[in-house]
């Protein structure tokens, strides 16, 4: 599944900022991708458009395109400006714009997908803000049956890992990629797709999707209701959230069963096995299938280093031969649904490596493949029927459109 590179440039040597297209005397230039015009400048005004390098500081930068030392200590001396400015990554596009004396300077630095920074110094008074990004936000629809892998699918119809690995988090609750599905199987999906200044960027939200997984369907809604909260439910408005994962690993195999009579393969005497092995490369990462508090992480005899956790007075879960345990997992720690708790290894006694996977209900062990995981909460009522309506205009769109197009732009 690994994606070809660009090779990447060597680092400029003869210079401590990075090289930056100057746009000269632009007539109220607008800032870095629509965030709102610098109406205070008067015109004529300098912009410089560049890409933070590694040995790139706002001072050097602000100074390498002829701002005097002492703006820039200026710009860097409120409170409210001192932490954004003195940790820039490198990678990251900024914006310096100011008049021909550099008495006005505004800095404008993209601090993650969704934000500009913006720090401005106009004669002694410093602002500072956050603004939104204004995304180019593209549906795309693609629809296909799959011959090798829904991973190795998508990625030869030009779509990335991220979409795939969105869609293991979805149908987690009800499908295992890496079990379940098989050449054969149909996905038909809508997504979103983030263009700035013409360029693609990231993915979004998977806003529709319908896996058909050994003859049946499964279909995903996203949706976010009037209050702000967010999730996927299936076309009748059900919640597809489950309050434990299907499985806590991405494994090949099952090694070995529930059972109350198993042929021990190293002790080659019958006893219970009260959990189910899940086979895997020594790693591979662990989760907790449901959120709680960790009770116990220690190493335990047969059963090698194992975290226990604890997720209401009914359920616990077990993870046993552990090669190492994630940081932060202790005694007494949250840990939340999907978490990395530890990784796949063979300590304790075990012929290779596997994870031994146990389930607790009232603290008699059960078979953790063969239990019904309760819903989350279906749509709320107030908005059901807005809910019905765009599920029903998104299955009608992977219905109707063709199975390669971009259907819709907005801003």
Not at 103 to 113: L, N
Not at 206 to 224: F, M, N, P, R, S
Not at 252 to 269: D, E, G, K, Q
Request: overall charge neutral.
């Amino acid at each position: 599944m690994g994606v070809a590179r660009r090779p990447v440039p060597p680092e400029p040597t003869t210079s401590l900022v990075t090289p930056a297209v100057a746009v000269v005397s632009l007539p109220g230039a607008a800032p870095l991708d629509g965030g709102g015009a610098i109406d205070e400048l008067s015109p004529p005004v300098d912009r410089w458009e560049g890409v933070v390098g590694r040995a790139d500081s706002f001072y050097s930068i602000l100074t390498g395109h002829g701002v005097a030392p002492a703006r820039v200590l200026a710009m860097v001396a409120p409170d409210c400006g001192k932490r954004e400015l003195s940790h820039l990554v490198a990678g990251q596009p900024y914006t310096v714009t100011c008049d021909p004396e550099s008495d006005a300077v505004e800095f404008r630095y993209r601090t993650d997908a969704d934000h500009d920074y913006v720090a401005r110094l106009e004669g002694e008074q410093f602002s500072a803000r956050l603004d939104p990004v204004a995304w180019d936000i593209r549906l795309r629809h693609i629809a296909g049956t799959i011959n090798s892998s829904i991973f190795e699918n998508l990625q030869a119809r030009g779509v990335g890992d991220a979409i795939p690995m969105k869609l293991a988090v979805i149908f987690g609750w009800d499908i295992e990629f890496a079990i379940d599905i098989r050449p054969g199987d149909r996905y038909n999906l809508l997504f979103q797709e983030k263009w700035r200044d013409g360029k693609f960027v990231e993915y979004g939200k998977v806003v529709a999707a319908t896996l058909t997984v050994q003859g049946e369907d499964h279909t995903a809604i996203y949706y976010k209701d009037g209050s702000g909260y967010e999730e996927y439910y299936d076309p009748s408005g059900r919640s597809l959230t489950k309050q434990f994962l299907r499985s806590p690993v991405n494994y090949t195999r099952i090694s070995s069963n529930f059972t109350y009579h198993r042929l021990h393969p190293i002790l080659r005497v019958y006893r219970p096995h009260l959990g189910v092995d899940l086979a895997a490369p020594v790693g591979t990462p662990v989760r907790a299938v449901g959120a709680g508090r960790v009770a116990e992480v220690e190493r335990k005899g047969a059963a090698g280093k194992m975290v226990r956790i604890r997720h209401n007075d009914r359920y616990e879960t077990a993870y046993l031969h552990l090669s190492r345990y994630a940081e932060g997992v202790r005694p007494g720690a949250r840990v939340r649904q999907g978490q990395v708790i530890g990784y796949v290894g063979a300590t304790g006694r075990a012929t290779g490596p596997h994870l031994d996977y146990r389930f607790y209900v009232h603290g008699e062990a059960v078979n953790p493949m063969t239990i019904k995981s309760p819903a989350a909460e279906p749509v709320k009522e107030a908005y059901r029927a807005n809910f019905l309506r765009l599920a029903a205009e998104y299955q009608g769109r992977l219905v109707t459109e063709p199975a390669e197009t971009v259907i819709a732009s907005s801003r």
